[in-house]
């Protein structure tokens, strides 16, 4: 089965880091590109940044661009998402998507989402 | 960074309606334009990618067309699985922007 399983929420401070992973299973892990995009409560996707496995070929918001580690581990068909000097704005839910060129570029696939809550 | 507008914000529909969403980008990205579903609680879901093309296994009550600046994504015959927010998306350049969304409810 095509699927990208997320691992769970997350409780975090302010100044926290945390780190979600996204396990990819049924496709070639290597022939796609892995973005992460969240949404915060009510409001629409945000897109935070993508990069290839086994590559340095990145790209990232401006608006996580010091916070954002983003990496993937092939042997294990993971991609990892690390946000660092969390706020309050960056509770939100996370998700990873595939991200296919089916004529334009498009996230074809999506893990299940992992609620990140940042609270004093 | 390229914005992308909707309209309407939100509407009620009753099932067999036909409805039309709008979508509207800040600059000319060709048919770089996706649209998603998403459920309450669930991710979005891809069901159109550039600008016109149905995923396979998308009903083909579902309908999008536009190009440069101006898009729009139709749906006739509404069905309870129809309702939900959806999101256009633009892959013309980085960062790759969202609209605020379409909530279609139940009237």
């Known amino acids: 089965q095509v699927q990208l399983v997320q691992s769970g929420a997350e409780v975090k401070k302010p100044g926290a880091s945390v780190k979600v992973s996204c396990k990819a299973s049924?496709?070639?892990?290597?022939?796609?590109?892995i973005n992460w995009v969240r949404q915060a409560p009510g409001h629409g996707p945000e897109w935070m940044g993508s990069m290839y496995p086994d590559s340095d070929l990145l790209d990232l918001s401006e608006n996580f661009q010091d916070r954002l580690n983003m990496s993937t581990d092939s042997s294990m068909n993971t991609a990892y998402m690390e946000l660092t000097s969390l706020t309050s704005d960056d509770t939100a839910v996370y998700y990873c998507?595939?991200?296919?060129?089916?004529?334009?570029?498009?996230?074809?696939?999506w893990g299940q989402g992992s609620l990140v809550t940042v609270s004093s | 960074d390229i914005h992308l507008t909707q309209s309407p914000g939100s509407l009620s529909a009753s099932t067999g309606d036909r409805l039309t969403i709008t979508c509207r980008a800040s600059?000319?990205?060709?048919?770089?334009l996706n649209w998603y579903h998403q459920r309450p609680g669930r991710a979005p879901n891809l069901l159109i990618h550039s600008a016109s093309s149905l995923l396979s296994g998308v009903p083909s009550r579902l309908s999008a067309s536009g190009s440069g600046t101006d898009f729009s994504l139709t749906i006739t015959n509404l069905q309870p699985d129809d309702f939900g927010t959806y999101f256009c998306?633009?892959?013309?350049?980085?960062?790759?922007?969202f609209g605020q969304g379409t909530t279609v409810a139940i009237k």
């Open positions: 998507t595939r991200g296919a060129r089916r004529g334009s570029y498009c996230f074809d696939l």
């Open positions: 049924g496709y070639v892990f290597s022939t796609f590109d």
């Open positions: 998306q633009q892959s013309h350049s980085v960062p790759r922007t």
């Open positions: 600059d000319d990205i060709g048919i770089s």
